[in-house]
């Protein structure tokens, strides 16, 4: 009799036990598909170098300039106007919620500084990014996720044709390129939309904020927002790609696709963007 209540007390940490284990164990399995997720990136990656490599050379390897031209005109053209209407929205932003801190100690021109190395440095780069993700990332999974469905691929195959060579390097070479080429529209717009709100409202001289930003910025700012945006166009593409080209599931696993290859794609550039402060603060390019 004087067992019987320690039996309840015995299963209840039994019960405790099994769930710390059990979620270890989820937490552990998560990890692991989380390293065979990027085991996969990486290994289509490598495939994509690989084939860019092999079409530097020409011949039977080559990569269609008409695919190129195609995907850059898709992925960048196109989001130019998206992309020029936030940019002027963040430089009136960036202006104005820092105009009343340097206001007060005496510094409000020096809103041209803070506008020039937030958006030549970040924003330019990382905004870009972001509405790229769900602009054109979200449209080259969906579109390579139909392909599937349809067994496109797997005819592409059957006739001997690489599909990464033909689907995916295009669009990564494409997007790779023209995120550069948005990063710098954008990084002028940003400016111009802080240059806008500081003279028209904050009533700030022209030339004094034209001069400011222009010693502001080093060669240095311009490079390495340039880079992230390669960069940073290489990682949406391959994300999309890889979303898109492992779709099952019918019309559900195409819509699955594109919301995962957007959330991916907004951690990832988040992660690589904390990544790149870290390196160019230790390289002191900051």
Not at 96 to 113: N, T, Y
Not at 199 to 218: C, E, F, G, M, S
Request: proline letters at 3%.
């Amino acid at each position: 009799m004087s067992t019987a209540p320690g039996r309840p007390q015995a299963a209840g940490w039994r019960q405790r036990v099994e769930r710390v284990g059990a979620g270890v164990r989820g937490g552990l399995d998560q990890f692991h598909g989380g390293l065979v997720y990027v085991g996969r990136v990486i290994r289509l990656l490598l495939a994509v170098g690989q084939r860019a490599a092999l079409a530097l050379r020409g011949g039977p390897h080559r990569i269609r300039r008409q695919a190129l031209v195609q995907q850059a005109i898709r992925v960048g053209v196109r989001s130019i106007p998206i992309i020029v209407l936030v940019q002027i929205f963040i430089g009136i932003i960036l202006s104005l919620s820092m105009a009343r801190p340097l206001d007060d100690i005496g510094q409000l021109e020096r809103v041209a500084d803070v506008v020039a190395l937030a958006t030549f440095r970040e924003m330019g780069a990382l905004i870009s990014a972001v509405i790229l993700s769900g602009f054109a990332g979200a449209s080259i999974a969906a579109e390579l996720g139909a392909m599937v469905e349809g067994e496109e691929i797997k005819a592409l195959r059957a006739h001997a044709l690489d599909p990464i060579r033909f689907l995916v390097v295009p669009r990564v070479l494409a997007t790779a390129v023209m995120m550069v080429g948005l990063t710098i529209l954008a990084n002028v717009v940003g400016v111009f939309g802080g240059f806008l709100t500081s003279v028209a409202v904050l009533k700030i001289n022209p030339h004094t904020y034209i001069d400011l930003t222009r010693a502001a910025l080093t060669p240095t700012d311009y490079f390495t927002g340039l880079f992230k945006g390669g960069v940073f166009g290489a990682m949406i593409a391959l994300l999309a790609c890889h979303e898109g080209l492992s779709v099952t599931g019918g019309a559900e696993g195409v819509g699955r696709a594109t919301t995962t290859t957007v959330v991916k794609s907004i951690v990832c550039l988040i992660g690589a963007d904390c990544v790149f402060a870290i390196i160019f603060y230790a390289l002191k390019w900051w």
